[in-house]
């Protein structure tokens, strides 16, 4: 079964490129440049891991995480920033997230996410 990533990223380029990357390594990609778009046009929806970017035009990141891991708390979430400070640092930790500054080439990611899927599923 294909892992269903979502990915949520609000530059274009970047978002394009990621799941371009993340497609070519098998996974099923579910793409939102707006916080917005995962709260309120995809209740209920699963995913088997979340890319989310800190820095939203909409919504924090933060907010749109904590959205989700109500909706699935065991959801394992990669936390992407361009601004990694002590608030962030402290928020992942809090949350248990696997924070990846940015910027960050594809194959650390692909590796990144395959290793965070799978310790979820030992």
Known sequence: ???R???????LLVAL??????SEAGFDVDCAYLGSTVIEERPGVEWDAAL???ALPDRSGATVI??????QPSLPV?????????E???FAADHDLTLLPK???ESTLVDLLRSVLMTEHA
Do not use: C, K, N, Y
């Not at 990533?5 to 530059?11: A, G, H, T, W």
């Not at 490129?17 to 993340?22: D, I």
């Not at 990669?78 to 002590?86: K, N, R, S, V």
């Open 103 to 105: 910027p960050f080439d």
């Open 78 to 86: 990669i936390l992407t920033t361009g601004l990694e400070t002590p």
């Open 52 to 54: 989310v970017d800190m």
């Open 5 to 11: 990533i979502l990915l949520v990223e609000d530059e």
């Open 66 to 71: 904590q959205h989700l891991l109500h909706q």
């Open 88 to 90: 962030t640092r402290r």
């Open 17 to 22: 490129s990621l799941r371009e990357a993340l």
């Open 1 to 3: 079964m294909t892992a």
